[in-house]
């Protein structure tokens, strides 16, 4: 996949989240992450409180969340309405960058927090969005992720470009970028596997 068609299919995306950003607020802001929140905290063997990258903060739910509990919580987001939104729900840091050009800081954060983002990057893009979060972290840093399951096919979805992988594949790309697994478990909790479709997975910097 060239470089050209990636842009495309990004800017596609979250031109859609641009338009949408309201009624995304409307329809996620009561959703309860807490499970995803509690195993990325859980996993850094750090002082707290935290430093945290909330990448795809979207509206700024969990930055707010993340920042209620103490944590100093910075987000980042494609979407310049998401960013503007986060800025003033959660009265924390939101930085505009696209997932495949991010610029963050060497080893500055404590733990990545990337629930229902990561996804949305062309697998052709993952292995250099997944080497530049792991610079972003301090050495043992955690890598939360949580993304819709499936069988590593990828397209898209309506107006939204997606990829859907299988823990085993997901896997590779994460120990390719040098993290190391912690934990995974499927979403909803306490449901058949075939009603659970998200699988979450939590990382740790090498």
């Known amino acids: 996949m060239e470089p050209d068609h990636i842009e495309e299919i990004t800017q596609k995306t979250l031109q859609h989240y641009e338009q949408t950003a309201?009624?995304?607020?409307?329809?996620?802001?009561?959703?309860?992450?807490?499970?995803?929140?509690?195993?990325?905290?859980?996993?850094?063997?750090?002082?707290?409180?935290?430093?945290?990258?909330?990448?795809?903060?979207?509206p700024g739910r969990d930055l707010k969340t993340l920042r209620g509990m103490g944590h100093e919580a910075i987000?980042?987001?494609g979407?310049?309405?998401?960013?503007?939104?986060?800025?003033?729900?959660?009265?924390?840091?939101?930085?505009?960058?696209?997932?495949?050009?991010?610029?963050l800081p060497a080893a500055f954060f404590d733990g990545v927090y990337a629930n229902a983002s990561l996804f949305h990057v062309p697998s052709a893009a993952l292995p250099d969005v997944l080497r530049r979060l792991h610079?972003?972290?301090?050495?043992?840093?955690?890598?939360?992720?949580?993304?819709?399951?499936?069988?590593?096919r990828e397209g898209w979805n309506g107006p939204r470009y997606g990829s859907y992988y299988?823990?085993?594949?997901?896997?590779?790309?994460?120990?390719?970028?040098?993290?190391?697994a912690v934990q995974?478990?499927?979403r909803p909790a306490g449901l058949p596997r075939d009603q659970q479709p998200w699988l979450a997975s939590v990382w740790r910097k090498i």
Not at 166 to 180: C, H, I, K, M, P
């Open 22 to 58: 309201q009624q995304f607020f409307a329809g996620t802001i009561d959703h309860d992450v807490s499970q995803n929140i509690a195993a990325l905290l859980d996993a850094i063997d750090a002082t707290a409180p935290y430093r945290l990258l909330d990448l795809g903060c979207g």
């Open 75 to 77: 987000g980042v987001d």
């Open 79 to 103: 979407s310049a309405r998401f960013v503007e939104m986060a800025r003033a729900y959660s009265g924390c840091q939101a930085w505009h960058q696209d997932f495949v050009q991010l610029e």
């Open 135 to 152: 610079a972003a972290l301090k050495a043992g840093g955690v890598l939360f992720s949580s993304n819709p399951r499936g069988d590593n």
């Open 166 to 180: 299988d823990y085993e594949t997901w896997e590779r790309y994460l120990v390719a970028a040098g993290f190391s």
């Open 184 to 186: 995974h478990y499927y």
